[in-house]
């Protein structure tokens, strides 16, 4: 019995992580979570292009003169 509580102990968080990817998986919610994470990818692009437009738009520049 002490072996059972020292490997709950040790491994809790990896138990929790494969429940909830289990149960995420059996709901079908990957398609919502998959369409979050590329909502939120998008909006760091964004914000990221916002703050740094004359870098963007070399880094662009150069890429299409490349072609």
Same mark, same amino acid.
């Given at each position: 019995? &002490?072996? +059972?509580?020292?490997?709950? $102990? =040790?491994?809790?968080?990896?138990? %929790?992580?494969?429940? +909830? ?6 709901? $079908? ?6 369409? +979050? ?19 963007? $738009?070399?880094? %662009? =520049?150069?890429?299409? &003169? $490349?072609?």
């Amino acid at each position: 019995m &002490d072996n +059972i509580g020292e490997f709950l $102990k =040790k491994y809790r968080g990896a138990i %929790i992580g494969i429940i +909830i990817a289990v149960l995420i998986f059996v709901t $079908k919610l990957y398609n919502l979570v998959f369409v +979050i994470a590329v909502i939120v990818v998008g909006a760091f692009i964004g914000n990221y292009i916002q703050n740094n437009k004359e870098s963007v $738009k070399e880094k %662009i =520049k150069n890429f299409v &003169d $490349k072609m």
